[in-house]
């Protein structure tokens, strides 16, 4: 089974600045998939980045990058040049190429402050 | 539609009354998820269909929750006899194939059991 720590329940930025969200695994597999979703105040579960365990190189997409530390179990967040739509919570999440279903983290609240 | 689709968005139900969720998933997925989200919490995995086929009903909770998904489209979630502990949004999620692809999330049905 895969568990998934985030330890910052809340998190608070100002607008332009950078914020890094925590994340944590276990798993005993060899290949896996991390992921980050954003669940903005209307509930909808939007995915934000992917990474592949396999690949060394770390995920970007625009204004979010990862750094996925694969010997320390650590997947974290960054998000930069913060805009107010980025205010929502954020799930960590994994599942292992060998299954299906997605192991959440419990999430971090993130504010963006103007 | 463009995306995952649920209905109803809300629902409250006397304790004891049986209550059906449904879920439209994107059109040509393949695979269905159903999520449990209690307040303040991570998404817990309930069911898993392939087309039709229900290849995992492990998270289910008790013999009064049910799933079923007839002609590999619309999935229903049916929840007998609620219990207040039923209380939570129910998230449906749709992937195009059967592997490791991304999975599309629906808005949720909010259950209040009073």
């Known amino acids: 089974a895969q568990t998934v720590t985030q330890s910052q329940p809340e998190m608070s930025v100002q607008e332009a600045e950078t914020v890094t969200l925590s994340c944590t695994y276990d798993?005993?597999?060899?290949?896996?998939?991390l992921f980050w979703y954003k669940q903005p105040p209307s509930r909808q579960m939007i995915l934000v980045i992917r990474?592949?365990?396999?690949?060394?190189q770390n995920a970007t997409e625009n204004r979010f990058s990862v750094n996925f530390q694969k010997a320390a179990k650590s997947f974290s967040l960054k998000i930069s040049d913060s805009q107010l739509g980025d205010t929502a919570m954020y799930f960590c999440?994994?599942?292992?190429?060998?299954?299906?279903?997605?192991?959440f983290g419990k999430g971090t609240s993130l504010l963006v402050t103007p | 539609g463009a995306g995952v689709s649920q209905s109803p968005r809300y629902k409250v139900a006397k304790r004891g009354q049986d209550v059906a969720l449904r879920c439209d998933p994107i059109?040509?997925?393949?695979?269905l998820f159903w999520y449990q989200q209690a307040l303040g919490q991570g998404p817990e995995f309930l069911t898993y269909?392939?087309?039709?086929?229900?290849?995992?009903k492990s998270g289910l909770p008790s013999d009064r929750f049910f799933a079923e998904r007839p002609e590999g489209s619309v999935s229903t979630l049916k929840i007998q006899r609620t219990q207040q502990e039923d209380s939570a949004v129910y998230l449906c999620?749709?992937?195009?194939?059967?592997?490791?692809?991304?999975?599309?999330f629906g808005p949720g049905t909010r259950l209040t059991v009073l």
């Open positions: 990474q592949e365990a396999y690949k060394q």
């Open positions: 269909f392939q087309n039709e086929a229900q290849l995992d």
């Open positions: 999440a994994s599942t292992p190429n060998s299954g299906y279903a997605l192991n």
């Open positions: 798993t005993s597999e060899n290949n896996y998939y």
């Open positions: 059109s040509g997925h393949v695979s």
């Open positions: 999620a749709s992937r195009l194939t059967g592997g490791t692809d991304t999975q599309y």
